[in-house]
């Protein structure tokens, strides 16, 4: 094994330290030759191996880690690209963990919500036939518990946020587990459980991912309202620190005798953006959203605009709204991607310009937990 530049590359011969570099200027020109003349290839290699060393990276092949080098390269180029832009387009891209990733490759680890099917489903998740009425859609079989969204708030203010009342967890990962059903859920229920004058605690995605099976896929992905019933049947959900999460699906624990928080009597749908400006008001809200695209992968800060279908494919929370100094309406969204992406794993998403269904499927179905 021998270090080449600040690059560790395995199964090379140690007694060739004339050939080191060369052989870099070799490897860097097949990876990108217009940038070997201006020594722009010593650079991005020098900053991929200090992007590496950030975030803990290690290759098991001098092939993988060449591989990833230009996936590296052509994420920087694309994010700086869009940033030359970031005024005319109103937010920043940046490097983050993900930046070795094809948007292909991101997108399958990191999703992973599963669409209702309208009345079949509600059916099969005991909220009953789905009614439309001026308060969202609800459930008939629990009318007596639906929240009355048009007397919540009136008229409502322009910004709210509800991480300004310590109500909401930090954001967490889901890493490479699809299971961003699961970390929705728990958010919802974290918050609405301190809402209701419980506490904020961290309570346990990986009890749902591992007891919450009929129905759900594990870390293929999974039902908000699914999870919501689960929890509803149990009394509640375990603690994180009792239940830590392991980002894979594993047999269901017993935890005999662990206290349950969360005790909910159901789950609520809300669609369309302004019944859910309503909902957000009196609670965090899981919804669903098309996540596919380079600039959700590598978004740091501003709006987030698209470009999107409404095929949505990931689940996330709405903490909150707000307006821009511009006028530029937008959702207060926590992720579950980690603390190191976007802002710290929170990010913005125009609202109210894009139709019914909002921005990349948003508004087309909310699930909210009742208490």
Known sequence: MSVIGQVTFVGMAPSLPSL???LLLIVCAMLHPSAVASGGAMLMLDRFHRWMTAHGRVYPSIDEKLHRLEVYRRNVEFIEASNRESERLGYELGENEFTDLTNEEFVARYTGAAVPREDADAMDDGMGTIITTLAGDVSEGSRASIVDLNALVAPPPQNFDWRD????????????CGCCWAFATVATVESLNKIKGGQLLDLSEQELLDCNRVGQYGCKGGYIEKALNWIKAKGGVVTEATYPYQERQGQCKNVGGATRVGKITGAQRVRG???MKLAVLDRPVGVLFDANGAILQNWKSGIYKGPCTTKQNHAVVLVGYGVSNTGEEYWIIKNS?????????????????DGAEGLCGVAVWGTYPLM
Do not use: C, D, I
């Open 337 to 353: 991607w980690g603390a190191g992406w976007g802002q710290k794993g929170f990010f913005f998403m125009r609202r109210g310009a």
């Open 165 to 176: 009342h310590g109500v909401v967890t930090p954001a967490k990962a889901q890493g490479g």
């Open 20 to 22: 080191r570099l060369p």
């Open 273 to 275: 953006e302004p019944q």
